[in-house]
């Protein structure tokens, strides 16, 4: 199977999964955010599908690109721009490269990452998607050795202990920021679903 069909099959496996998960994010950003979160992250993922059927990506990167733009004009609040900006991000570090390796991978995710916080502001403990995010990218870049598979099986573990992690944490950023001290005791909703696309990456290349 080639790079651009695992890409594929990542993707659809994501846009599963935030639809599985739909009502459990919407729950999470109802105690803490505008209670749409797993609303409008569906929306993006079902703009994404029908983008990608309509326009046939020749690489990985353009699939990425495709899942990107469809994020920023779909998804609405801040998620939009955010995950818009962590794949357009991953998409241009891949350039025009079919065949990839686990160290183009784990480049693809620190790229996501470092645009998320440009764009966002965001730091470590702010609890925000960069709690998931962070870690996802350190652990892909010590697995980067290991292939494309190994990459997103240590990024979607790491994703999900930093996601588990915010709960007890005062938001700084973003709209949990309004609430204070009341946002501690609640996971943060873009964290949990940051934690969710690395587990539905790394299910779809475990079973290809």
Known sequence: ?????????????MARTVEENRKTLTQLDSAIGDGDH????SRGFKAALESLESSSPGTPAEALKAVSMAMIGKVGGASGPL??????RASSSL??????SG???AAAI???LEGVKQRGKAELEDKTMVDALEPAAEAARSAAGEGAAAVFRAAAEAARKGADETEPLVARRGRASYLGP????????????TALL???ASRALEEN
């Open 103 to 105: 160290e183009d991978v």
């Open 110 to 112: 620190v790229a996501a």
């Open 1 to 13: 199977m080639s790079s651009l069909e695992k890409t594929l099959g990542v993707i659809r496996e």
């Open 182 to 193: 009341r946002s501690a005791g609640h996971v943060d909703p873009g964290a949990a679903s």
């Open 38 to 41: 797993g609303t409008n992250l």
């Open 83 to 88: 995950y818009g900006t962590a794949f357009l």
């Open 198 to 200: 690395f587990e539905a």
């Open 95 to 100: 350039g025009g490269k079919e065949d990839l």
